[in-house]
C-alpha cells in the first residue's frame, strides 16, 4: 500500500484591520491558555489531582 502525503503552503498578506483581529484572537487564546494552565498547576499542588478541561 502506498501512501501520499501532500502538502500546502500558503502566505497571507493581511491589512492592518485583519493583522490587529489576528493579533487580538491569539492574544485571547493565549490568554485563556495561560490562565487555565495555571489553574491546573495550583489544583495539582494543592490536591493531587488532574484539573480537565471537561
Do not use: H, S
Amino acid at each position: 500500500m502506498v501512501v501520499v502525503e501532500k502538502a500546502y503552503k500558503f502566505r497571507m498578506y493581511p491589512n492592518k484591520k485583519q493583522q490587529e483581529l489576528i493579533n487580538k484572537t491569539f492574544g485571547c487564546c493565549r490568554f485563556v491558555y495561560n490562565k487555565y494552565l495555571a489553574k491546573r498547576i495550583e489544583v495539582y499542588k494543592n490536591d493531587r489531582e488532574t484539573f480537565t478541561y471537561k
